[in-house]
């Protein structure tokens, strides 16, 4: 009997020749970048440093496109979003020591918000491995030990057979639901060393996909179809799934309305008669969840934000799916599913009868209607206003990417983000610098759309040297930048509880005449052309900068 297998292993005769004969040249670093292409990789991001040079030098004999930023942290940022935008785990080339520390931040942010970032290091020599101090050029006692709290998993290569085994396992953890970053090291003379090793070729390393146990799938579904006001909670795992779709028919079934988080933007429609869009930072909206008999929450661990900052307490039954088991329960008891969000939403469909509530609707209606209330009752004319501009200018079905700053927060709330994996922001870790960067990851992913990327003009320090890359490469983003003078937010906060603010206030550069340094054309605007400029620049090929002087403020919370 012949197995499938056994067709597998067996190599056609051209196969073993060209096995038996490998190019001559070839380093450890090419057996990672031949992986990587067996893997199907096109895209690596990174820098080089002295330790990684093999695999950098393997990069011109490879087909790899190499997109090259300037500092490590913004590297991670670009490959977190070239993750999220594609699905495909995004490869992040980087040195030992400092090279491999910069990257830290960035992880953490691709861990938060399950992107899959394939980071592969370099290591000091072999020998040097194990702790001991040989004194070697950013030797480290346990490197690894800095990346294990914030990747799923750890790889140690010592040997050049081991790189192609070791990619393929880390693939495929950065690509089992949920998705994530993965930290691969190889030390300098096995990168550097020449290898005898055949071509690495085509490798398989897909992932088993997380499916819902059928009993708890149906369980949900008699607790859905016989609820009297069931709602449901979507969170980034909806996003991160492709299910959105399977959302909306699961919604138009129960009759259900449906509230976004700040991950899950654009999961469900904006103006559909069950949206209550996202205005998670609300008591309307949290009287509403805590209403509800029954409540399912797909893709969300309800964590801080998502829970109007811990205020939330269901009062009915909570059903979550989650691909996470980490974050099963963690917060509220419930019926926890841990599965795939597409899977278990399929289940649900196949499983769950049509429900009518002609209130829905209206329930929904009254709800917004109290939220624009409490907003209009704030005097916040300007801020809803760039908001409003912002979506006039961003292509449908443009993505966005938003630094942590007052308008991305008014943004999480408030912003229409018209199509699913279209906004996205650096709220799972919450760090300093990724617009910009990420927004460079987004282009280099998908060209055929142009890429909004929004900071504040201290977040925007962070990742300024990044204009000489969107140059270099050519990327189609436009990079708008809210100069108010400091860290806003922080300073808002700081006057809050402490009646004045220390440490908020920022000198900053022209950002106009240094955009213009980098050969990148900028425009200063103002809030009332500001649709007009942004909707210039992002029409224009290639990067560009919009600088808008305004003092935005939040508006008042609601779980103090």
């Known amino acids: ?210 499916a819902p146990r059928p009993e708890l799938t149906a369980v949900a579904a008699h607790l859905l179809a016989n609820a009297e006001r069931p709602a449901i909670i979507a969170g980034g795992g909806v996003v991160r799934s492709d299910a959105s779709g399977k959302l909306l028919a699961l919604a138009e079934r129960l009759d259900a309305p449906v509230v976004t988080t700040f991950g899950g933007k654009g999961a469900f429609p904006w103006e559909h008669p069950l949206s209550l869009q996202s ?74 009868p049509e429900r009518r509530d002609p209130t829905a609707p209206e329930r929904v209606r009254t709800v917004l209607a109290k939220v624009r209330d409490r907003i209009a009752a704030q005097d916040l004319d300007l801020e809803q206003q760039v908001v409003a501009a912002v979506r006039a200018a961003l292509p449908a079905r443009s993505p966005s990417f938003w630094d942590m700053t007052i308008l991305a927060y008014w943004a999480w709330s408030a912003f229409d983000a018209r199509h699913p994996n279209t906004m996205h922001s650096a709220q799972g870790a919450g760090g300093l610098g990724y617009g910009f960067p990420a927004a460079l990851g987004a282009a280099a992913a998908d060209p055929s759309h142009p ?26 983003v436009t990079w708008l930048i809210v100069d108010d003078g400091g860290y806003g937010i922080l300073r808002e906060y700081m006057t809050g509880a402490f009646g004045e603010a220390t440490a908020t206030e920022l000198t900053r550069p022209d950002f106009v005449a240094l955009s213009e340094s980098f050969g990148v054309p900028a425009t200063l605007t103002s809030p009332e052309t500001l649709t007009t400029d942004l909707t210039k620049a992002l029409a224009t090929p290639g990067p560009s900068v919009v600088v808008l002087p305004a003092l935005l403020r939040m508006f008042e919370p609601t779980h103090l």
């Open 279 to 352: 205005w998670l930072e609300d008591r309307h909206t949290t009287d509403f969840l805590e209403d509800a008999d029954v409540l399912l929450v797909v893709g969300s661990g309800l964590g801080e934000l998502s829970s109007n900052y811990h205020t939330f307490a269901p009062r009915g039954r909570v059903i979550q799916i989650e691909a996470d088991a980490g974050k099963l329960e963690s917060n509220h008891p419930a019926l926890g599913i841990h599965a795939d969000a597409r899977l278990a939403l399929q289940a649900l469909l196949e499983t769950a």
């Open 1 to 210: 009997m012949t197995h499938d297998h056994d067709l597998v292993l067996r190599p056609t005769e051209a196969q073993t020749a060209a096995a038996l004969n490998p190019p001559k040249g070839r380093n450890g670093g090419d057996l990672v970048v031949e992986t990587l292409t067996g893997l199907g990789a096109t895209t690596v991001f990174g820098l080089p440093g002295q330790h990684a040079l093999g695999m950098f030098d393997a990069l011109r004999r490879s087909s790899l496109r190499y997109v090259g930023l300037r500092v490590e942290n913004n590297a991670g940022f670009a490959a977190d979003a070239y993750g999220r935008i594609t699905g495909e785990a995004a490869p992040l080339l980087l040195s030992t020591g400092p090279g491999a520390l910069m990257s830290l931040a960035a992880l953490q942010e691709a861990a938060a918000a399950s992107a899959p970032v394939l980071a592969i290091g370099s290591q000091i020599p072999a020998a040097g491995l194990g702790g001991g101090r040989h004194g070697y050029l950013h030797e480290l006692r346990d490197q690894q030990a800095s990346f294990r709290d914030i990747v799923k998993s750890v790889h140690t290569v010592r040997t050049q057979s081991q790189i192609p085994s070791a990619i393929a396992a880390a693939w495929e953890s950065a690509l089992t639901a949920p998705h994530g970053p993965v930290w691969i090291e190889i030390p300098q003379d096995v990168l550097l060393a020449e290898t005898t090793l055949p071509v690495v070729t085509a490798m398989d390393a897909t992932p088993e996909e997380v």
């Open 451 to 476: 890429v909004l990327a929004v900071s504040g003009d201290g977040g925007a320090m962070y990742s300024i040297a990044e204009l000489a890359t969107a140059k270099q490469y050519g990327l189609d």
